[in-house]
């Protein structure tokens, strides 16, 4: 690897363990944890800096696929280009499969409305089926067990995670921009935060077949808030011996219990009670800002 401390950083992988295409890394970039995706290849090799953050390059697979890398084309597709050939025998045509992944995600929207309100063990494949509207065999035809069904659910998980890390810079300016992430990010009652909390209540169980990754997922989360605290805290917003690790994990303990709040306690209260998730959430972050920050504000 070239030498170019401005360009490059040194990375540790402190946890490889399970990772798949799609999923999450923790890496040491100049001694801070940092979250990366993980593309379809199997070693990360090096970090190129970039204003938008960390862009992974990784060793290519035995399949030939390319890393993730700016500087790294991809490979062009089978069959591009001017010449054009006849499609192989037995091969479905374009629009027969983007009817399947069509139908595909509609049965991951259903698994996620359910696996949020009743849980992964809660939810049967005939009980999702019969929410999405499609026969068993239907459902079967594209996800063969519920297991499977899980891991499409989790890669959902797992982009909102992205768009959340993608938006880093921009939430870590100021207490605004925070609250704005919130709102659009961890609003307890996106199904994303509601099913990441199902999810992550039942993953305490060691045969929970999604443990490792929903343990990942919460580590992402908290990251990026601990980050956003972390900025807050060099720009001299934050109280005096206000630790921004703890101030992300507890405030991403916040969202995942107002998330449960929303679908037991709230339902059962009188149209009296005024609290709200979002403003909880507000006081839970101002705890930790001086209070002539919160009067500019």
Request: glycine content about 8%.
């Amino acid at each position: 690897m070239p030498e170019n401390s401005n360009a490059r950083a040194s990375v540790q992988v402190i946890e490889e363990n399970g990772l798949r295409p799609g999923g999450y890394a923790v890496i040491f970039n100049h001694g801070a944890m940092t979250p990366i995706t993980v593309g379809a290849c199997s070693q990360v090799v090096g970090c190129r800096l970039s204003p938008a953050g960390p862009q992974m390059r990784r060793t290519m697979s035995a399949q030939g696929c390319t890393v993730d890398s700016p500087e790294a084309p991809r490979p062009i597709a089978k069959g591009s280009g001017a010449t054009t050939s006849a499609r192989p025998a037995g091969e479905e045509p374009p629009e027969t499969r983007a009817g399947a992944r069509g139908r595909r995600e509609e049965i991951i929207d259903g698994a996620a409305e359910m696996f949020a309100d009743h849980g992964y063990h809660g939810s049967s494949l005939r009980e999702i089926s019969k929410h999405i509207g499609i026969s068993h065999s239907g459902m079967l035809h594209h996800f063969d067990c519920k297991t499977a069904l899980l891991d499409g659910v989790i890669d959902r998980l797992e982009e909102h995670a992205q768009s959340a890390l993608d938006r880093a810079p921009e939430l870590r300016a100021n207490r605004r921009a925070l609250l704005q992430g919130l709102v659009e990010l961890w609003h307890p009652a996106l199904l994303p935060i509601r099913l990441l909390a199902t999810l992550d209540a039942e993953s305490v169980s060691e045969d929970h077949p999604g443990r490792y990754r929903m343990a990942r997922l919460r580590k992402v989360h908290e990251h990026i808030l601990e980050d956003c605290f972390t900025s807050f805290a060099e720009q001299g917003l934050l109280r005096a011996g206000t630790d921004p690790a703890f101030a992300g994990r507890a405030l991403f303990a916040q969202v995942l219990n107002l998330a449960v709040r929303e679908k037991t306690v709230q339902p059962l209260q009188h149209r009296s009670h005024d609290d709200a998730p979002l403003k909880d959430l507000a006081m839970q972050v101002d705890i930790f800002f001086l209070e002539e920050q919160l009067s500019a504000d």
